[in-house]
DNA sequence: CTGGGATGC
DNA sequence: GCATCCCAG
């Protein structure tokens, strides 16, 4: 990654009309637009990609078909997004994807759980702790400190925001016990997140799978589990971005310190094919390559 | 809806 | 004890 393409400028803008246009069709039951574009919003210094784009209220993601895993996933966070209703009840319900027919689904995680070799769970890629907050700017949020029931002074129109990041595109087959639950990698990564969003304020990740050329293994109805995940975590100081990227194995004994597993931006974007802020200055863009 | 497993503060 | 990631019945 040496230099911008020629032809960034356009793509660009092209890239933002997509964005707009998927934007004007987010299914906000009654309430009111978001104040700015999802992209710009949750995508640090552009899209790596721009195949099946989802503009949601808390992430942006690019679908894969083929493989039934997003590319990527994007979201920013910060103190507001982090008031977070709590986890129960229609809260913690997974959905279909209304926009699409073609993603993982319920039955596809039958039995992959109980099977001590898979034990895959759904994993959130962008996590259930960044969907809360005043997102739609009327003063009112989905209660967190009380029991996920909708009561007087709750914002039902945040409603959205939640079933949107249990839907089954934002959900990948991930061991449990060994990467996805407390001590696994991934984990370890969610907690590295919430620690810099607290030291920093606001922090943009961009999450997603690693799959080779092959394939590593299958649940379901064509539903492809990933060898290794990826995630980069973006803040600001100065006005100058800085970054910690993880390139995750995922398997069953991934209780690695996730030190262990830093990268710089280039490695990930080699085995994903990926351009990561394809936006940034070019002397923004030689800092990839390190870290 | 209430039970559980696992880890880490 | 608290929290978080999940699951089963």
């Given at each position: 990654?040496?230099?911008?393409?020629?032809?960034?400028?356009?793509?660009?803008?092209?890239?933002?009309?997509?964005?707009?246009f998927?934007?004007?069709?987010i299914?906000?039951a009654?309430?009111?637009?978001?104040?700015?574009?999802?992209?710009?919003?949750?995508?640090?210094?552009?899209?790596?990609?721009?195949?099946?784009?989802?503009?949601?209220?808390?992430?942006?993601?690019?679908?894969?078909?083929?493989?039934?895993?997003?590319?990527?996933?994007?979201?920013?966070?910060?103190?507001?997004?982090?008031?977070?209703?709590?986890?129960?009840?229609?809260?913690?319900?997974?959905?279909?994807?209304?926009?699409?027919?073609?993603?993982?689904?319920?039955?596809?995680?039958?039995?992959?759980?109980?099977?001590?070799?898979?034990?895959?769970?759904?994993?959130?890629?962008?996590?259930?702790?960044?969907?809360?907050?005043?997102?739609?700017?009327?003063?009112?949020?989905l209660?967190?400190?009380?029991?996920?029931?909708?009561?007087?002074?709750?914002?039902?129109?945040?409603?959205?925001?939640?079933?949107?990041?249990?839907?089954?595109?934002?959900?990948?087959?991930?061991?449990?016990?060994?990467?996805?639950?407390?001590?696994?990698?991934?984990?370890?990564?969610?907690?590295?997140?919430?620690?810099?969003?607290?030291?920093?304020?606001?922090?943009?990740?961009?999450?997603?799978?690693?799959?080779?050329?092959?394939?590593y293994?299958?649940i379901?109805?064509?539903?492809?589990?990933?060898?290794?995940?990826?995630?980069?975590?973006?803040?600001?100081?100065?006005?100058?971005?800085h970054?910690?990227?993880?390139?995750?194995?995922?398997?069953?004994?991934a209780?690695?310190?996730?030190?262990?597993?830093?990268?710089?931006?280039?490695?990930?974007?080699?085995?994903?094919?990926?351009?990561?802020?394809?936006?940034?200055?070019?002397?923004?863009?030689?800092?990839?390559?390190?870290?």
């Open positions: 990654m040496s230099v911008l393409k020629p032809d960034s400028k356009t793509r660009i803008s092209l890239y933002y009309a997509i964005a707009l998927l934007g004007l069709n299914p906000f009654d309430s009111q637009q978001l104040q700015t574009d999802g992209v710009s919003e949750h995508v640090y210094g552009g899209l790596p990609s721009s195949n099946n784009l989802s503009i949601r209220s808390a992430y942006v993601l690019d679908y894969n078909s083929a493989r039934k895993a997003p590319w990527w996933v994007a979201y920013r966070l910060d103190n507001n997004y982090r008031r977070t209703p709590k986890r129960t009840g229609k809260w913690k319900t997974y959905r279909n994807d209304p926009d699409r027919t073609d993603e993982p689904s319920e039955n596809d995680y039958s039995g992959v759980y109980s099977d001590p070799i898979r034990n895959y769970a759904r994993g959130h890629l962008a996590p259930y702790m960044i969907c809360g907050g005043d997102r739609d700017g009327d003063g009112m949020i209660d967190a400190d009380r029991d996920g029931k909708v009561e007087e002074g709750d914002d039902i129109d945040e409603a959205i925001t939640v079933k949107e990041i249990n839907y089954h595109t934002n959900l990948t087959p991930q061991h449990h016990n060994a990467f996805n639950g407390s001590g696994g990698t991934w984990y370890q990564i969610e907690n590295r997140v919430r620690v810099l969003q607290e030291e920093h304020g606001e922090v943009w990740v961009l999450a997603g799978p690693i799959f080779g050329p092959s394939t293994d299958e379901g109805n064509g539903v492809q589990v990933a060898p290794m995940f990826f995630q980069i975590i973006v803040w600001e100081k100065l006005d100058e971005p970054w910690e990227a993880y390139m995750l194995p995922h398997h069953q004994k209780h690695q310190s996730i030190e262990e597993h830093r990268v710089s931006i280039r490695h990930i974007e080699a085995m994903t094919g990926l351009d990561f802020f394809p936006d940034l200055a070019l002397s923004e863009k030689e800092r990839i390559s390190t870290y």
